[in-house]
């Protein structure tokens, strides 16, 4: 079967919106926690809420942070991500997204990707959001994805 996931982003989005959109879309969030907190990430809490803001409801995302969160650079993420325990496809999409991050972060300081340092991308909390997002798309078994 063919799923594709459209992100219609009117205003933009960030990791934390893309997982809450993607368990309203339909990923179980229960099994997206526990894949998560079973990755061997240094995580401690991931949650799920409800919240109703500007007339409309919605789901929010939220990961406990670090307390001080160490420099992170590309070629530290990378095996840290390689080491994951989740499925083939969600590590894959997960480097491949944070790659493709480093790749673009490297063209506009002019170093290599390996060299980027992720400021605050390198932070758990946003490490998590991307890592979940990717769970999240494997657990619906999107097999192609675009954005506005």
């Not at 992170?72 to 999409?93: I, K, N, Q």
């Amino acid at each position: 079967m063919i799923r594709h996931l459209h992100f219609d982003l009117v205003g933009g989005i960030a990791g934390d919106m893309s997982v809450a959109a993607l368990v309203d879309a339909g990923a179980d969030f229960a099994e997206l926690r526990r894949r998560l907190l079973a990755s061997g990430l240094p995580l401690t809490e991931v949650a799920l809420r409800r919240e109703w803001r500007g007339g409309m409801a919605g789901a929010l995302f939220t990961v406990e942070p670090e307390r001080q969160a160490p420099s992170r650079h590309w070629r530290d993420l990378r095996p840290m991500l390689a080491g994951c325990a989740l499925s083939d496809r969600a590590r894959g999409l997960a480097i491949e997204i944070f790659g493709r991050l480093a790749q673009a972060e490297a063209e506009v300081h002019g170093c290599s990707p390996d060299e980027v340092h992720f400021h605050e991308v390198g932070a758990m909390d946003s490490i998590a959001d991307i890592v979940g997002a990717a769970v999240a798309i494997d657990l619906l078994d999107a097999t192609s994805f675009s954005c506005s």
